[in-house]
């Protein structure tokens, strides 16, 4: 009986702190996520990036929602995709600009039409009065990526 009781606190605890830090990841991609009126991507589709290599937007009527943030999918079957694995789909960097992210460790809006699939993983510039970021990153990506990757451990604490 008395193991019973154990393991029954155990688990409880277990379920309890598994739960808070779910909240705080939750909290903390509300915090430091690029989100347009509550949306990642500005509403495009973050599975549509992998397919065809063309962003699509996406739509209110599809969506679903990983760590706290809503995305938008243009088909159901690629919101599908993303509930399978949505470390897979999701922007890095909080869905800011990886330039500016490696450049200084600053959060700085992007064109979700301009990005970079590295290594399965999908990355977004600003590109805006003829400054399109993507372009200087491509000069210096091993750099940029290590720094940015630096830079954004330490705002994602």
Do not use: R
Request: charged fraction near 20%; hydrophobic fraction near 40%.
């Amino acid at each position: 009986m008395m193991k019973s009781i154990v393991c029954f606190l155990i688990f409880a605890i277990f379920g309890i702190t598994h739960i808070a830090a779910q909240g705080n990841n939750a909290a903390l991609n509300k915090k430091h996520f690029n989100l347009d009126k509550g949306v990642a991507l500005d509403g495009y589709d973050a599975v549509s990036y992998f397919i065809g290599n063309k962003p699509v937007k996406g739509k209110a009527s599809i969506q679903a929602t990983s760590d706290g943030v809503v995305y938008y999918f243009s088909t159901e079957k690629n919101k599908q995709l993303f509930q399978q694995n949505p470390e897979k789909y999701k922007p890095q960097y909080g869905g800011w600009c990886a330039y500016a992210m490696g450049a200084n460790g600053e959060k700085v809006e992007v064109d979700p039409e301009t990005f970079k699939l590295i290594n399965g993983k999908l990355y977004l510039f600003y590109n805006a009065f003829l400054n399109n970021t993507l372009t200087t990153w491509n000069k210096s990506e091993a750099n940029l990526k290590s720094k940015a990757d630096a830079n954004w451990k330490s705002i994602f604490k």
